[in-house]
């Protein structure tokens, strides 16, 4: 963070993920204060979405059908992408979002 490592306030350890999904999703101006330029970042429907886990980066898509579903990533052949186990990063950005790696 900022060419440091991010370390936890409490303990000092440094933070560390398994996987870091991207995932890029609609937003709009809320329209609750929409000067104050809150977002609402839609998560039902699908996009697209980069897995970085065990040094690779895959590619492919995000989808959730509804509010209480669970997001399911599929690979560009839509073949369902397992996370591998331990802690994940979760970025949600706007879907014009340029990711570089």
Same mark, same amino acid.
């Given at each position: 963070?900022? +060419?440091? $490592? ?12 398994? !996987? %870091? %999904? @991207?995932?890029?999703?609609?937003? !709009?101006? !809320?329209?609750?204060?929409? &000067?104050? +330029?809150?977002?609402?970042? !839609?998560? @039902?429907? $699908? =996009?697209?979405?980069? %897995?970085?886990? &065990? =040094?690779? @980066? ?7 059908? *509804? ?7 599929? &690979?560009? $052949? =839509?073949?369902?992408?397992?996370? @591998? =186990?331990?802690?994940?990063?979760? $970025?949600?950005?706007?879907? &014009?979002?340029?990711? *570089?790696?």
């Amino acid at each position: 963070m900022a +060419g440091q $490592e991010h370390r936890d306030a409490k303990n000092n350890t440094q933070l560390v993920a398994k !996987s %870091i %999904i @991207v995932q890029f999703t609609p937003t !709009s101006l !809320s329209g609750v204060n929409p &000067d104050k +330029g809150i977002l609402d970042i !839609s998560t @039902v429907g $699908e =996009g697209r979405v980069l %897995i970085f886990q &065990d =040094g690779q @980066v895959l590619e492919g898509k995000w989808k959730k059908d *509804s509010k209480t579903a669970r997001t399911i990533f599929l &690979d560009n $052949e =839509g073949n369902l992408i397992r996370l @591998v =186990g331990g802690v994940h990063w979760f $970025e949600i950005v706007k879907t &014009d979002t340029t990711v *570089s790696y």
